[in-house]
Nanobody
Framework: VQLQASGGGLVQAGGSLRLSCAAS????????MRWYRQAPGKQRELVAS???????DYADSVKGQFTISRDNAKNTVYLQMNSLKPEDTASYYC???????????????WGKGTLVTVSS
């Protein structure tokens, strides 16, 4: 199982980006999916999460600014980021709980980070 994140890049303050993260490989079921970010010199922080039934939760710092969604048919989670600020600059990582076979437990998988740079 692999998670492939994409959509990062350089954007001016006030702009928008949409991150995607697709899970591939042997997948039976996907549980919660999350986006984390890590800015230089800071700890990784949870940005947003979405359950298998699409219940969402957000860090206070991004409420009303970011929207997480998922397409279960495509095994993909998205993060729509609007009104971006320089302090949103970070590497963004996707995370998912994935069951690769019906008799096996869910396991934690991580994608490689995608860099988001917001210029002032």
């Amino acid at each position: 199982v692999q998670l492939q994140a994409s959509g990062g890049g350089l954007v001016q303050a006030g702009g928008s980006l949409r991150l995607s993260c697709a899970a591939s490989g042997r997948i039976f079921s996907i549980g919660a999916m999350r986006w984390y970010r890590q800015a230089p010199g800071k700890q990784r922080e949870l940005v947003a999460s979405i359950t298998s039934s699409s219940t969402t939760d957000y860090a206070d710092s991004v409420k009303g600014q970011f929207t997480i969604s998922r397409d279960n048919a495509k095994n993909t989670v998205y993060l729509q980021m609007n009104s971006l600020k320089p302090e949103d600059t970070a590497s963004y990582y996707c995370n998912a709980l994935i069951q690769d076979y019906i008799t096996r437990p869910f396991r934690d998988y991580w994608g490689k980070g995608t860099l988001v740079t917001v210029s002032s």
